[in-house]
């Protein structure tokens, strides 16, 4: 897979869209950081992302990875603050 491919006119909305909730998410994760916390380090809320990776997977496979990618970023990022 070239970067010529992944930055191709029918690829465009779906990077831009993923920006655009990963910049959303930072912003909530600073505004209401116990949230994430609470979401990342709980087994519920642990089992509530799992259950979003795999019905997104489901539905679209590029969409679960990427998905499943932005949560893990975010579960790094909540470990930090620690």
Known sequence: MSLQNIFSKKNMNLIVGL???????????????????????????????????ILAIMHNMLFGVGLATVFVILYQFSHMKK
């Open 19 to 53: 920006i655009t909730l990963l910049v959303i998410l930072w912003i909530a994760m600073y505004a209401i950081p116990s949230l994430f916390v609470n979401l990342f380090d709980t087994f519920l809320g642990q089992l509530i992302l799992v259950g979003f990776i």
